[in-house]
């Protein structure tokens, strides 16, 4: 597609279990970002991928959270063991990263933990 | 203390207006980012700054490095500009930091 695909755009899934949300970047960008952004709050910087590089997890809230990117495209998220402070809309963008080129962002994953 | 600093923090103004949004950093960076949100939730990149002055219709953005500040300008405003601004930063060390944002309403 033209634009970076996000899925699921809505879960709701049970404190404890653990969920997975993907992101589809625009084909040929090198730079994968994820964020969230919770009710009422800002945006909140959790990981980056650029190309073959080790990602910076400097924005991890903590170990239940990874992410992986396989072949240098699709990445996906994956909360274990839910809580409740999970819940909020998770984003993922991405650039070209050369030149001055901004981000494209998804329209997000909105994650509700009950 | 936050590492980027927006404001105001909200602004409503009349249709036609000239709006100013303010940003200013505390750290090195190595490109500025203006974000738009809209209402429903979607966010659109503005701008990306490394120096200087870009222009993309009726929005301006400036950074001026030495004094680690930037400005969002929003010629004749106009209802559906109305949504919230971010300012974001990008450090040398690769970290992102984000302003809490401007909330903007312009009034027809």
């Known amino acids: 597609g033209a634009g970076v695909s996000q899925s699921p755009s809505n879960k709701v899934t049970e404190k404890g279990k653990d969920v997975e949300l993907r992101c589809d970047p625009i084909?040929?960008?090198?730079?994968l970002y994820w964020y969230r952004q919770s009710l009422g709050q800002g945006l909140e910087f959790l990981i980056y991928?650029?190309?073959?590089?080790?990602?910076?997890k400097s924005g991890l809230p903590s170990d239940r959270f990874s992410a992986e990117r396989t072949g240098g495209s699709v990445s996906t998220l994956t909360i274990q063991r839910t809580q409740q402070e999970d819940s909020a809309v998770y984003l993922c963008?991405?650039?070209?990263?050369?030149?001055?080129?901004?981000?494209?962002f998804g329209s997000g994953t909105r994650l509700t933990v009950v | 203390k936050n590492e980027v600093e927006q404001s105001p923090q909200n602004l409503t103004a009349q249709e036609g207006e000239f709006i100013t949004i303010n940003c200013s950093y505390s750290?090195?960076?190595?490109?500025l980012h203006w974000l738009q949100q809209h209402p429903g939730g979607g966010i659109v990149s503005l701008f990306m700054l490394s120096s200087g002055k870009k222009k993309h219709g009726r929005l301006i953005a400036t950074i001026n490095i030495q004094e680690k500040h930037s400005s969002l300008h929003i010629t004749a405003s106009h209802p559906r500009d109305s949504a919230v601004y971010i300012c974001?930063?990008?450090?040398?060390?690769?970290?992102?930091?984000f302003g809490t944002g401007t909330s903007l309403t312009v009034i027809p």
């Open positions: 963008a991405s650039s070209p990263d050369r030149g001055n080129y901004g981000y494209t």
């Open positions: 750290v090195g960076i190595s490109a």
């Open positions: 084909s040929g960008h090198t730079a």
């Open positions: 991928f650029q190309g073959n590089s080790a990602p910076d």
């Open positions: 974001a930063v990008r450090s040398w060390g690769n970290q992102f930091y």
